[in-house]
């Protein structure tokens, strides 16, 4: 979440829908999809909901998401969210 706040990017989820992401992946037995993954804070979210596994794809064609790795979020192990 501070790269995306570090570079202006607004549409980062807030920490309610976050919570929310968790719960939802916890329900995913095989594989989880998402799109729009901008500086990865709602894949960081699914990750950590995500059962031991479940395969996460994630895909988008703008500049965060396919920019360096030092600007895309990060995952915290132990289901806490992101970093």
Same mark, same amino acid.
């Given at each position: 979440?501070e790269a995306?706040? $570090?570079? &202006? ?11 929310? /992401?968790?719960?939802? +992946?916890?329900?995913? %037995?095989? $594989?989880? &999809?998402?799109?729009g ?5 709602g894949?960081?979210? /699914?990750?950590?909901? +995500?059962?031991?596994? %479940? ?10 998401a396919?920019g ?16």
């Amino acid at each position: 979440m501070e790269a995306a706040r $570090r570079h &202006g990017f607004a549409f980062s989820c807030r920490p309610e829908q976050g919570r929310l /992401l968790q719960v939802l +992946a916890a329900g995913a %037995t095989h $594989r989880i &999809g998402e799109t729009g993954t901008g500086y990865g804070v709602g894949p960081a979210w /699914l990750a950590s909901g +995500a059962l031991p596994g %479940t395969r996460l794809v994630s895909w988008s064609n703008t500049a965060p998401a396919t920019g360096s790795s030092a600007d895309r979020g990060r995952v915290r192990a132990g289901g806490r969210g992101p970093a």
